[in-house]
Every structure is written in structure tokens, then in C-alpha cells.
Nanobody, 125 residues
Framework: VQLQASGGGSVQAGESLRLSCSLS????????MGWFRQVPGQEREFVST???????YYRDSVKGRFTISRDNTKDTVYLQMNSLEPEDTAVYYC????????????????????WGQGTLVTVSS
């Protein structure tokens, strides 16, 4: 399975971006898909996940601002990011795990077996 993330860029605080991640080499509809982010020098952290059945999860700091969705006809997961803040600046990675993910484990990057290359999001104040 290979993941290709795109959509990063540089924006001002309050603006929006939409990240996309396409999956190839597997049956997309069977995968739970996640977004993580990492600031240089810090640990990678969970942002959001959508399971194979469509359940969604978010870290508290992005609830109400970010929306994760998936299009099984395009083998793509999206992360719509609104009202961006400088604290959202990071490299964003998409990740995939075949099958369902319990809410207990969606935050754990060790549960995801495939990772994309990352896309940089920079938010300036």
C-alpha cells in the first residue's frame, strides 16, 4: 500500500486548507485512515481519523475547525482545515490501517501500518 499526501501550503491565520491523501495498492474502502502531524523537534501527534465504517475522531484542539472525510470512489481521504492557527503549523502525514480501529487505538501511530510522505502546512499570524 502506498499513500500520497498533498495540499499543504502557507496561509494566514484564519484561512483554510484542504489536505488530500490517495491510497494505491489496496482496497481503500477496507482501510481506516488517519492524519498525524509533527513539528520539528517534537513528537508526531494524532490529528484525526476516519475508520473504514466512517466513524470520525479528532484531537481536542482541532474539533470544530477540522473535518475529515473520505471518498471511496476516489480512494482518497481529505482533511478540511478551517480557521487555521499558527499552532497548526507542522508537517502533516496520512496513515492507513486495514480494517476497523477501536476508538481506544485511533490515536496510537503504532496501529497504522502505512504512511505517506508528509505535506507541510505553515500558518502565519
Amino acid at each position: 500500500v502506498q499513500l500520497q499526501a498533498s495540499g499543504g501550503g502557507s496561509v494566514q491565520a484564519g484561512e483554510s486548507l484542504r489536505l488530500s491523501c490517495s491510497l494505491s495498492g489496496g482496497s481503500f474502502r477496507l482501510y481506516s485512515m488517519g492524519w498525524f502531524r509533527q513539528v520539528p523537534g517534537q513528537e508526531r501527534e494524532f490529528v484525526s481519523t476516519i475508520t473504514d465504517s466512517g466513524n470520525t475522531y479528532y484531537r481536542d484542539s482541532v474539533k470544530g475547525r477540522f473535518t475529515i472525510s473520505r471518498d471511496n470512489t476516489k480512494d482518497t481521504v481529505y482533511l478540511q482545515m478551517n480557521s487555521l492557527e499558527p499552532e497548526d503549523t507542522a508537517v502533516y502525514y496520512c496513515a492507513a490501517q486495514k480494517g476497523p480501529l477501536s476508538s481506544v487505538y485511533v490515536h496510537d501511530q503504532e496501529e497504522y501500518r502505512a504512511w505517506g510522505q508528509g505535506t507541510l502546512v505553515t500558518v502565519s499570524s
